[in-house]
């Protein structure tokens, strides 16, 4: 079965500093794996996949993450938060079939101050 | 990005009565869609995937008499929740992807408030 965790339930960190959201995941066979941003009361918006190549991945936003296949990880990165970034994050994974949905991690708030 | 248009984005009704979320992919043709439900503070949880023209694939613990999903067109998906009660409040999102397509696009979200 595929799962995700996201082991922190809040992420704090200043302006300006470098920010990390940690994420695993569990899956049969090669995952495809995503980051959504989610505001409150709206739907979610898409930050960034790894689906096969670098596994250093860009996405919006100035956002990154690494995919580690040793570790089974896809943590997402930014180099320098804003207070903007202050939202709800979600880390996700599906596996290379059609018809399959994205499996949730619980969610990671993040939380930048000034 | 592709677009997916959800409405309502929030509707309040009755014990009782039904309610219909329509989902709608603006600019590409959905072959499939997926319904899921969030609690507040909480992750999204799936109920069901539909593929277009077929019947959904309901996960287990839904009811898919009290969540009526139709997947009629490309273009297209209703989830109506029969005779909602207080507890099917909740926050219902769809997202939709394309044949082929690696990653799926989401609506906005209706916020569902049964009184």
């Known amino acids: 079965a595929q799962s995700v965790a996201q082991p922190e339930d809040q992420v704090n960190v200043a302006e300006g500093n470098p920010l990390t959201v940690k994420c695993t995941y569990s899956?049969?066979?090669?995952?495809?794996l995503f980051w959504y941003v989610q505001y409150p009361n709206r739907g979610l918006q898409f930050l960034l996949k790894?689906?096969?190549?670098?596994?250093l991945v860009k996405g919006s936003y100035g956002f990154e993450a690494e995919f580690n296949k040793s570790q089974t990880s896809f943590h997402l990165k930014k180099p320098s938060a804003l207070v903007s970034d202050s939202a709800l994050y979600f880390c996700?994974?599906?596996?290379?079939?059609?018809?399959?949905?994205?499996?949730f991690g619980k969610g990671t708030t993040l939380s930048v101050s000034s | 990005g592709a677009v997916v248009s959800q409405h309502p984005s929030r509707v309040i009704c009755k014990s009782g009565t039904s309610v219909k979320i329509e989902c709608r992919s603006l600019?590409?043709?959905?072959?499939?869609m997926f319904w899921y439900r969030q609690f507040p503070k909480q992750s999204l949880m799936l109920m069901a995937t539909?593929?277009?023209?077929?019947?959904?694939?309901?996960e287990q613990g839904v009811e898919k008499d009290k969540f009526l999903i139709n997947h009629a067109s490309l273009t297209l998906s209703t989830l109506t929740v029969t005779s909602a009660h207080p507890e099917d409040s909740s926050f219902y999102i769809c997202?939709?992807?394309?044949?082929?397509?690696?990653?799926?696009?989401f609506g906005q979200g209706t916020r569902l408030t049964v009184v």
């Open positions: 790894y689906i096969t190549g670098d596994n």
């Open positions: 996700a994974v599906r596996v290379n079939q059609a018809g399959t949905a994205l499996i």
């Open positions: 899956v049969s066979g090669n995952p495809y």
């Open positions: 539909s593929n277009e023209g077929s019947k959904a694939t309901y």
């Open positions: 997202s939709a992807r394309s044949r082929g397509g690696t990653e799926a696009f």
């Open positions: 600019d590409f043709q959905a072959t499939t």
